[in-house]
């Protein structure tokens, strides 16, 4: 267990809209990142968030939102999903904001859009 | 060229085999490389950091070449218990952003 816990599990959304994701980092890291894992491929970056400002984001659309909260639980948002936002979804969490930290998964949210 | 290539297998190999993984990597400016390992339908685990010197932790060992721009997994004595992807993750240079490959999928049969 990494202490990093994700919600929901699983998620079914129709094509046009709107979906909140939800991950608690693990205690004392300040650090959150999240990943877009497709079937097949590798986890993709989306974007990290270190004390509440986002501090790098990935090659995806501004319909991925993201924020990071006091207590550095932090929320996915994506609008108007299409069909190819259908992935599994990891937050990873990390003690600092560097390159070279370890990264404790959630477990993940698996989102299908139909 | 693929930031990030790994050979996706799948290896399928006896209990007690040595396998070795590659992978080839895309940016020179990359400072961090790890291996980490992915069972099915579950989040990606931290196996090991990969640095220059090469490093060993118990059966697994990793290598590291800057010139070639090539990263290597060795796991000896294979257990059953070793099935599972192994993703070569790299750093993009920027912020928090780290590459992974697809993976390569390891199965390690009776």
């Known amino acids: 267990e990494t202490g990093v816990t994700q919600s929901p599990t699983h998620l079914i959304k129709t094509r046009g809209q709107q979906v909140t994701l939800r991950c608690s980092s693990q205690?004392?890291?300040?650090?959150v990142s999240w990943y877009q894992q497709a079937l097949g491929q590798g986890p993709q970056f989306i974007f990290q968030y270190y004390r509440e400002e986002e501090n790098g984001r990935g090659n995806f659309p501004p319909r991925f939102s993201g924020l990071q909260f006091p207590n550095y639980s932090s929320e996915l948002n994506v609008n108007a999903l299409e069909l190819d936002d259908s992935a599994l979804y990891l937050c990873?969490?990390?003690?600092?904001?560097?390159?070279?930290?370890?990264?404790?998964f959630g477990s993940g949210t698996q989102l299908s859009v139909l | 060229r693929k930031e990030v290539e790994q050979d996706p297998g799948p290896f399928n190999v006896p209990e007690g085999a040595t396998v070795a993984f590659n992978c080839t990597y895309s940016?020179?400016?990359?400072?961090?490389f790890f291996w980490y390992r992915q069972d099915c339908r579950k989040e990606p685990k931290l196996l090991m950091s990969v640095y220059s010197s090469g490093n060993e932790d118990g059966r697994f060992t990793a290598q590291l070449n800057r010139a070639s721009q090539y990263i290597s997994l060795l796991i000896r004595d294979s257990k059953l218990s070793d099935s599972a992807t192994y993703l070569c993750v790299v750093d993009g240079g920027s912020q928090g952003n780290l590459i992974f490959g697809k993976g390569t999928k390891l199965s390690v049969k009776p």
């Open positions: 990873a969490s990390s003690q600092h904001r560097g390159t070279n930290e370890k990264l404790f």
């Open positions: 940016n020179s400016a990359s400072q961090s």
């Open positions: 205690s004392g890291h300040n650090t």
